[in-house]
């Protein structure tokens, strides 16, 4: 093993070894053994195979390694871990000596070609961001310091999300933050995830220079806001200070924000996201905030909150296990109609969304800003 990553997986020695010989607690919650029924894709299983890699026991080879790839960082198996194991760090350095081997799997290399050519990964075509620019500038054409960063996601396929913010924004009585327009588009989450460590490296630095002077930098994906808090603190750029979630910024504006909506004679069911929830400990903000927009119910699923079922949307399973990634979403979808038949999903994760939405046809998904924008009063609504 390369002397670097030695150090890097040893970091998380301790953990490879509780989850190598704990009775699997956590199983039950993994979403990939939830569809794959298969030992090796498990937390316990995924650690078990670093362990015997790092005795010699097991050989590092373009199959073994692939495991690695079996995971959304959903991070609910913290959840029920009775020694708060987060497994998420540990696979992505795993992925990360896969890469420096030279045995990552084929849609990582093609990952890694669209990123270099595009600054993300959604295609050449993807994000008109234009014309997001010119709407945002008709809205807020005078706007602060602050940074509103949007994920290349919401940017890609729901730009009018990005919009419904700075609609929102334009009606509380402050000055709405600069849309961050480029030259990179994306965080830098995917590389990280795919194992990329050096390319990630080069892309947080770019974003770091381009966006550090701001007092504030808004963060319209929850997955982007831990990407930009917590590893580019872990590679040197640290932003962590300044970093606010959008639910985040619209809970400390709910109060002039309340007197701007209407809220509408509909019911909704809400799916929480695994990196506001887990990561940074929303849970009541997004559902305070939904009541603002509506009177009828807030439905929830069976599991929710610290339990919620992830979408199979991280950690690019839709990428290297496009199979699995559908059968979560599917379990998920199946979990929000359960619990409220037809209302349209809502929820705050722009991946989980859109995930949900392409492997359900015809499932009703909502941004939860997107939600309170179609609460604003007629005198209030912008073009």
């Not at 498990?42 to 590092?60: F, I, N, R, S, V």
């Not at 390319?199 to 007092?215: G, L, Q």
């Amino acid at each position: 093993m390369l002397a670097h990553t030695m150090s890097s997986l040893r970091d998380h020695a301790h953990e490879t070894r509780l989850c190598t010989f704990c009775p699997k607690l956590c199983r039950f919650s993994c979403p990939i053994d939830r569809v794959e029924h298969d030992e090796a894709v498990t937390p316990t299983g995924k650690q078990t195979a670093l362990y015997l890699l790092d005795k010699g026991t097991l050989e590092w080879t373009a199959d073994t390694a692939s495991v690695f790839y079996k995971c959304t960082g959903c991070r609910i198996q913290q959840t029920f871990c009775d020694h708060r194991v987060d497994v998420t760090p540990v696979f992505r350095a795993a992925r990360e000596e896969t890469v420096r081997r030279g045995l990552e799997p084929a849609p990582i290399r093609d990952l890694r070609d669209r990123m270099a050519r595009d600054g993300h990964p959604h295609g050449s075509d993807a994000i008109q961001m234009g014309a997001v620019v010119n709407r945002v500038l008709s809205i807020a054409p005078s706007p602060s310091d602050d940074i509103y960063f949007a994920s290349c996601t919401a940017l890609a396929k729901r730009p009018e999300a990005v919009v419904d913010f700075f609609r929102l924004v334009s009606t509380m009585g402050v000055r709405a933050p600069r849309l961050y327009a480029g030259p990179l588009l994306c965080c830098g989450m995917p590389l990280s995830d795919a194992g990329l460590e050096s390319e990630f490296r080069v892309h947080a630095a770019r974003i770091h220079s381009a966006i550090a002077a701001a007092p504030r930098i808004i963060v319209g994906d929850p997955d982007c806001a831990s990407t930009l808090r917590d590893r580019y603190r872990d590679v040197g750029y640290d932003l962590s200070a300044r970093i606010v979630t959008v639910v985040g910024y619209l809970w400390e504006h709910r109060d002039a924000l309340k007197r701007c909506l209407k809220p509408r004679d509909t019911s909704i069911v809400f799916h929480d996201s695994c990196h506001l929830g887990r990561v940074f400990g929303l849970y009541d903000e997004p559902r305070d905030l939904a009541r603002l927009a509506i009177e009828g119910d807030i439905h929830e699923p069976f599991h929710k909150r610290a339990a919620a079922t992830c979408s199979g949307a991280g950690g690019l399973l839709p990428v290297t296990s496009p199979d699995t990634a559908r059968g979560i979403a599917n379990i998920a979808h199946h979990e929000l109609r359960e619990a409220s038949g037809s209302a349209p999903i809502v929820g705050t994760c722009t991946s989980a969304l859109a995930h949900l939405a392409a492997s359900n046809p015809g499932a009703e998904t909502h941004d939860l800003v997107s939600l309170l924008a179609s609460a604003l009063t007629a005198s209030r609504r912008t073009p």
